[in-house]
């Protein structure tokens, strides 16, 4: 969906920002704090996209990460799985380096049991010669929808910066405890503990309670 040349001044660590959401009779203008105003050209884009594809989207979340990843630590959810499992959300994903690896061919029989679903991701991912993985250049932004099954790279030895960026459609409010929280709107939501369902990526992923 286009190359971004970001650069990030600091280490950083933003979960499902809302930078869009419902406010009186429609949905508010774009907010974006300003650390994370380099960011603004990537969210602009993907809203034009889900626009042209004449796409309704109630909220808008950033995920903004950067840091020093590690073998074991990629600073991103490790893994066979999809985003918003069984939902139609929308996600926007793009890195600067060790990229996202992706699983590319036939899943089948997939159960809408969350822990089934992952142990068949693997299984299929490992024992089908018909699905494939691979990655895509750095710095590329990627449109996802639920149905594209990825996972977090294995980060060589010693390790070295990343940075990550998601931006993520939804018509629900993702409102579980350690979600950041943009002052640049006025909103008080009910926060959940997401210790309960955090394995749940019919509602993990998804963030909403």
Do not use: C
């Not at 203008?29 to 969210?43: C, H, K, Q, T």
């Not at 993702?174 to 640049?184: E, I, K, R, T």
């Amino acid at each position: 969906m286009g190359l971004f040349e970001l650069e990030f001044e600091e280490y950083m660590h933003y979960m499902y920002l809302p930078v869009r959401i419902p406010e009186g009779n429609g949905v508010s203008d774009v907010r974006v704090p300003r650390r994370l105003g380099f960011a603004s050209e990537m969210i602009a884009r993907a809203i034009a996209i889900e626009e042209q594809r004449n796409n309704r989207w109630d909220y808008v979340y950033l995920t903004a990460r950067r840091g020093w990843a590690t073998p074991g630590n990629p600073l991103n959810r490790p893994g066979w799985h999809s985003d918003s499992f069984g939902k139609p959300d929308i996600n926007y994903v793009w890195t600067d380096r060790f990229p996202t690896v992706f699983a590319e061919g036939p899943f089948e029989q997939i159960s809408n049991d969350h822990l089934r679903s992952t142990q068949q991701f693997e299984e299929q991912v490992s024992g089908n010669d018909d699905i494939r993985t691979v990655t895509y250049g750095d710095r590329v932004l990627m449109r996802l929808d639920s149905s594209v099954i990825h996972t977090a790279p294995e980060i060589p030895a010693p390790g070295g910066n990343r940075s990550f960026i998601k931006v993520s459609f939804s018509n629900e409010r993702w409102n579980l405890a350690g979600n950041s929280h943009n002052y640049l709107f006025d909103y008080e939501w009910q926060m959940f503990d997401r210790a309960p369902i955090r394995s749940d990526p019919a509602r993990a992923n998804a963030d909403a309670v």
